[in-house]
């Protein structure tokens, strides 16, 4: 499996992106999707997860009411929308697949990782 984030670059605060992350694997449907974050001299933290069918999603409450994860099974997609960008949202952002229908909160639940792409928010 294979995942491959794109979307990241500079954004002033106030602004929105959107992080698409691209899998190579046969049933794309079979994997609950993860989107987690890495500032410099921070842990791993999770954003968003979403399950395989899509209609079940958690947020992170740092996210919450700004950021939207989805996913599209037949493109083999998973997408975080991200509006009102803060300062400190800036970070690494990784996308991860678990081989089951249901997501975990907690990164060592996950078992493939992409290369990550970097948010900054900056003026």
């Known amino acids: 499996v294979q995942l491959v984030e794109s979307g990241g670059g500079l954004v002033q605060p106030g602004g929105s992106q959107r992080l698409s992350c691209a899998a190579s694997?046969?049933?794309?449907?079979?994997?609950?999707m993860g989107w987690f974050r890495q500032a410099p001299g921070k842990e791993r933290e999770v954003v968003a997860a979403i399950a395989w069918a899509g209609r079940n999603t958690y947020y992170a409450d740092s996210v919450k009411g700004r950021f939207t994860i989805s996913r599209d099974n037949a493109k083999n997609t998973v997408y975080l929308q991200m509006n009102s960008l803060k300062f400190e949202d800036t970070a690494v952002y990784y996308c991860?697949?678990?081989?089951?229908?249901?997501?975990?909160?907690?990164?060592?639940?996950?078992?493939?990782w992409g290369q990550g792409t970097q948010v900054t928010v900056s003026s």
């Open positions: 991860a697949a678990r081989a089951a229908a249901y997501y975990l909160r907690d990164y060592n639940g996950y078992d493939y």
């Open positions: 694997v046969f049933i794309f449907s079979s994997y609950a």
